[in-house]
Nanobody, 126 residues
């Protein structure tokens, strides 16, 4: 049984930082692309960052230079370090497994990922 469990969300003021984690079981982060996807209230889902089997990362333009995606294959855990947070980053953040070993940010299907976590809420106040 595949499980993805996010943690690390919370409330922070603009300019602050948070680190999200996603513990994965029943599925190998070393063999698959993994992504962070977010959804703000009343808005469509959007891909934030992706890391492939070789740990190559891709980012949405709106987070480049502020967010860093990484993974620890030994721990089967995905991370998202978020710095310089803005109120518009407020959203539910989901960890998701792509199913393919390689994926670019443009190739992420935000409604077609193989597995999803339940999400962790990030709230950024101004």
């Amino acid at each position: 049984q595949v499980q993805l469990v996010e943690s690390g969300g919370g409330s922070v003021q603009a300019g602050g930082s948070l680190r999200l984690s996603c513990a994965v079981s029943g599925y190998s982060t070393s063999n698959h692309a993994m992504a962070w996807i977010r959804q703000a209230p009343g808005k469509e889902r959007e891909a934030v960052a992706v890391v492939d089997d070789d740990s190559r990362a891709g980012y949405a333009n709106f987070v480049k230079g502020r967010f860093t995606i990484s993974k620890d294959n030994a721990k089967n855990t995905l991370y998202l370090q978020m710095n310089s947070l803005k109120p518009e980053d407020t959203a539910m953040y989901y960890c998701a497994a792509d199913g393919r070993p390689k994926a670019t940010i443009a190739a992420i299907d935000v409604y077609g990922m193989d597995y999803w976590g339940k999400g962790t809420l990030v709230t950024v106040s101004s």
